[in-house]
C-alpha cells in the first residue's frame, strides 16, 4: 500500500471514530450533570431534615422544660414532623425525578426550590381528604 493509501485511510478511519464517539462523549457530559444536580438535591434535602431534627428537639426540650404550654407545643410540632416526612419522601423519590429544575445553579435557588416543592407537598397532604 502506498503512503497516501495510508494517510487516506488513517484520515477516514479517524473520522469515523470521531462519528461515533462524539455522541456517546456527549451523553457522559448530560448523565454527569445530571448526577451533580440529584447529587445536590440529596445533599440539601439532608441538610434540610438535620433542621427539622433540630427544631423538633429544640421543641420537645422547650416542651419538657415548660417554657410552651401544649396549645403552642402540639400543632408547631406535627408541623415539623410533616415537614420531616415530607423530606424524607423527597429523598426517596430523588432518583425519580428530580426536584430542582435544570436551569437552578445558585445555592439560594436550590435552598427556595426544596422548599417550596416541600410545601407544596404539606399544602396538598392537609388539602387530603384521607390522612394516613
Known amino acids: 500500500?502506498?503512503?497516501?493509501?495510508?494517510?487516506?485511510?488513517?484520515?477516514?478511519?479517524?473520522?469515523?471514530?470521531?462519528?461515533?464517539a462524539a455522541p456517546l462523549l456527549r451523553g457522559a457530559s448530560n448523565s454527569r450533570s445530571e448526577d451533580i444536580r440529584t447529587h445536590k438535591q440529596h445533599e440539601r434535602l439532608l441538610v434540610y431534615y438535620e433542621?427539622?431534627?433540630?427544631?423538633?428537639?429544640?421543641?420537645?426540650?422547650?416542651?419538657?422544660?415548660?417554657?410552651m404550654l401544649d396549645n403552642d407545643?402540639?400543632?408547631e410540632r406535627e408541623e415539623w414532623v410533616q415537614r420531616g416526612i415530607q423530606v424524607l419522601k423527597a429523598l426517596d423519590n430523588l432518583q425519580a425525578?428530580?426536584?430542582?429544575p435544570e436551569t437552578v445553579?445558585?445555592?439560594?435557588?436550590v435552598?427556595?426550590?426544596?422548599?417550596?416543592?416541600?410545601?407544596?407537598?404539606?399544602?396538598?397532604?392537609?388539602?387530603?381528604?384521607?390522612?394516613?
Open 97 to 100: 425525578h428530580s426536584i430542582i
Open 1 to 20: 500500500m502506498s503512503v497516501e493509501g495510508l494517510i487516506v485511510s488513517f484520515i477516514f478511519l479517524s473520522a469515523v471514530v470521531l462519528l461515533v
Open 51 to 67: 433542621r427539622v431534627l433540630t427544631n423538633i428537639r429544640d421543641l420537645d426540650e422547650d416542651h419538657a422544660l415548660g417554657k
Open 73 to 75: 407545643y402540639t400543632p
Open 111 to 132: 435552598d427556595e426550590a426544596i422548599d417550596d416543592a416541600i410545601e407544596a407537598a404539606i399544602q396538598a397532604y392537609r388539602k387530603s381528604p384521607a390522612k394516613n
Open 105 to 109: 445553579i445558585d445555592d439560594a435557588a
